[in-house]
């Protein structure tokens, strides 16, 4: 069964980092990608940053270019997310997911989903 276990949440200032991880096992295929989506209360599920795994490309939100850095580690089966100068809009439960397949990841259409960690960041 596969699973992504997301971890590092939790609450800071505005302007301050945290750094998100998503580990990912029981398979014995290879993703396609990787990547974070955030979703607030009331609001839509939003993409954040998406990376390929084999040539490590990487794709961001307009709002968090910049500011948010998605990578990998060397055996390509953990995510990370650096998060600097959090804003409070950045608020919200940040899920980690995965695809094996190029067409559903470049409509950032991913199909397996960890359980979220929340980020909470305050004024």
């Known amino acids: 069964q596969v699973q992504l276990v997301e971890s590092g949440g939790g609450s800071v200032q505005a302007g301050g980092s945290l750094r998100l991880a998503c580990a990912s096992s029981?398979?014995?295929?290879?993703?396609?990608?990787m990547g974070w989506f955030r979703q607030a209360p009331g609001k839509e599920r939003e993409r954040v940053a998406r990376i390929s795994t084999p040539s490590d490309r990487t794709y961001y939100a307009d709002s968090v270019k910049g500011r948010f850095t998605i990578s990998l580690d060397n055996a390509k089966t953990t995510l990370y997310l650096q998060m600097n100068s959090l804003k409070p809009e950045d608020t919200a439960m940040y899920y980690c997911?995965?695809?094996?397949?190029?067409?559903?990841?470049?409509?950032?259409?991913?199909?397996?989903w960890g359980q979220g960690t929340q980020v909470t960041v305050s004024s």
């Open positions: 029981g398979y014995t295929y290879s993703w396609f990608c």
């Open positions: 997911a995965a695809d094996v397949d190029p067409g559903r990841c470049a409509r950032w259409s991913l199909n397996s």
